[in-house]
């Protein structure tokens, strides 16, 4: 059940007829709306031209109703979709973005100065569920076990930064910065994040290192499944460095892991 069922489910409680064209194809082929018509909770009669669905058991209606949306409440946060829904992800919730720091020096955050170079030393990573960060130079970097090592091969100059989660655009316009690096898998997802962040952040660069064409040879695996497919936004980029990782990975249909570095 989702949110279409739950509105014309909800106008049928409320208003004890809908007609036909009001009811949402879905709904109308669905197995549980067949169930109410065979068991004669819901009658269809004719209308006009076409047909109408009205309450005509009310309780078992309202049973129904009741097992499907245990509460009739506004959703704001994944716990109201199960109380509404029994089912955390089926409407779409706003939520502060959880992101993983790491860095060597002080950078703010919700207006906080934090000593980055503290955390970083002591526990390795500094999280936050953050609504504004400001730092110098940032590089996004893809891969949780990338980012905990990516100072080893970039240096200490910018702020390492992971999401929980896929980076999207609400979450990345709570970045402020001069200087943004993106370090991501050269696959097609991974060209699709960038040129994705890059809508945001019209200055932000794909590190792409000197050596590619030679680690791409050494290190490149198979392309298959998810990574194979390209979306439109990297088929028409016009980026010379997005351009150069699309012909790559088209030509030789392979694509190189962002831990290629590690064996370097």
Known sequence: MNQTDFRTYKKLKDDTFLTEKAIPKSVLS???????????????????????????????????????????????????????????????????????????ETITINGNEVNLKYYTNKFQIFACNAGKIEAEHICIVE??????????????????????????????????????LVFVDYDFNGLEEFLRIREVF????????????????LYSQSLRGNKAEMTNRVKQSSDTEVIKIRESITRNNRFLEQQYWKYD
């Not at 999207?168 to 200087?179: A, F, M, N, Q, V």
């Not at 019209?202 to 040879?217: G, I, M």
Request: aromatic fraction near 14%; glycine fraction near 6%.
């Open 30 to 104: 669905s197995p549980h709306f067949k169930g109410l018509v065979f068991s004669m909770i819901l009658e269809k009669t004719k209308s006009g031209r076409g047909f109408r669905y009205e309450v005509s058991k009310v309780t078992e209606f309202e049973s129904f109703f009741k097992t499907h949306f245990p509460e009739d409440i506004e959703v704001i946060d994944k716990s109201d979709n199960v109380r509404k829904f029994r089912n955390s992800k089926i409407q779409k919730t706003a939520s502060t973005p959880i992101f993983m720091l790491r860095g060597f």
């Open 143 to 180: 891969n949780l076990d990338t980012f905990l090592v990516a100072e080893k091969l970039l240096g200490k100059n910018y702020v390492f930064l992971h999401k929980y989660g896929r980076i999207g655009k609400e979450s990345l316009s709570g970045l402020s910065t001069d200087r943004l």
């Open 202 to 217: 019209e200055f932000a660069q794909l590190y792409v290192p000197k050596n590619y064409d030679e680690l791409f040879r």
